[in-house]
């Protein structure tokens, strides 16, 4: 039987471009802790279009299959739900949900192993809403969030001076505060909370 990591490698990391390396550690730090509840927020929008967007919901539904976890993928825009509805293979007990990703967050019930923010485009020019919006829905789903649990966001590039930008520069500058350290950094950043 093809294990997940091995499936990654060969259907999803050759399309990745500068995701690439940041996906795979996260998939091996999901893989090795057995995360069974992913929420993302912000689905994919354009059917193949992998170095723009990612892709990331068709990857997160690949994996729940491979490991009879769920998915809740959500995003503001019908027009993206009903798109990953059709096209990423949500597994059982998988849903993608049309609604406010803040307010969806904090209705959330149960833990979330991996949270996934990727809900709001950012302006690299104006990096303050997208990266307070995810402030806020990292806020929502904070009580969600055990020992293990991974806080992943997208657009994050990290500068010369090694601080986080873009999407997650104020949940960077909120786990430095806490002091915890991401795990992985390149165009996105993770961490494992504590």
């Given amino acids: 039987m093809v294990d997940f990591l091995d499936y990654f490698d060969v259907e999803f990391m050759p399309k990745l471009g500068m995701r690439a390396p940041t996906f795979r550690a ?3 730090e999901m893989t090795a802790r057995h995360h069974k509840v992913l ?9 193949d279009n992998w170095e723009g967007d990612g892709q990331s919901t068709l990857m997160w539904a690949a994996y729940a299959r491979f490991n009879q976890a769920s998915l809740k993928t959500i995003d503001i825009d019908q027009e993206a739900v009903d798109l990953v509805s059709a096209t ?6 998988s849903h993608a949900i049309c609604n406010d990703s803040v307010k ?11 949270l996934y923010l990727d809900s709001y485009d950012v302006d690299m020019n104006n990096q303050h809403p997208a990266a307070l919006h995810c402030m806020f829905e990292l806020l929502s789903a904070r009580k969600h969030l055990i020992s293990g649990s991974i806080v992943f966001v997208d657009d994050s590039p990290v500068g010369p001076d090694f601080e986080v930008q873009g999407k997650g520069r104020y949940v960077a500058e909120y786990f ?6 991401p ?5 996105q950043v993770a961490w494992l909370m504590p």
């Fill in 26 to 28: 996260v998939f091996r």
């Fill in 104 to 114: 969806e967050l904090a209705k959330h019930r149960g833990t979330i192993d991996l």
């Fill in 183 to 187: 795990f992985t950094f390149a165009y």
């Fill in 88 to 93: 990423a293979n949500l597994p059982e007990g």
């Fill in 176 to 181: 430095k505060q806490m002091g915890i350290q």
């Fill in 39 to 47: 929420v993302e927020t912000g689905c994919a929008r354009k059917q």
